[in-house]
Nanobody, 115 residues
Framework: QVQLVESGGGLVQPGGSLRLSCAAS????????MAWYRQAPGEQREMVAI???????NYADSVKGRFTISGDNVKNTVYLQMNSLKSEDTAVYFC?????????WGQGTQVTVSS
């Protein structure tokens, strides 16, 4: 089993920034990929950003140029730096990881963008 614990969510004004963290209970070097998803009320969960074990990243079109996913192999933590936040970024953000062909999810952290 792998535990993923997210933190860093909160309330921010439009145009502001937040950094989400996802701490894993296992070395993230052994993950084939890790990602951030989000789910807004009444909407389906969608992938926001993903990073694989070669460091290759990919982003949803809606966040390209604003969000950056990165990993710290020493802290076993994946981050999501979110800049120029918009009201439509409001959602619960979930960390996801694949270890040995098994998928794991964190409990989610709320991000609210509002003035």
């Amino acid at each position: 089993q792998v535990q993923l614990v997210e933190s860093g969510g909160g309330l921010v004004q439009p145009g502001g920034s937040l950094r989400l963290s996802c701490a894993a209970s296992r070395s993230i070097r052994s993950a084939s990929a890790m990602a951030w998803y989000r789910q807004a009320p009444g909407e389906q969960r969608e992938m926001v950003a993903i990073i694989n074990n070669r460091g290759t990243t990919n982003y949803a079109d809606s966040v390209k140029g604003r969000f950056t996913i990165s990993g710290d192999n020493v802290k076993n933590t994946v981050y999501l730096q979110m800049n120029s936040l918009k009201s439509e970024d409001t959602a619960v953000y979930f960390c996801w990881a694949r270890f040995n062909f098994n998928d794991y999810w964190g409990q989610g952290t709320q991000v609210t963008v509002s003035s």
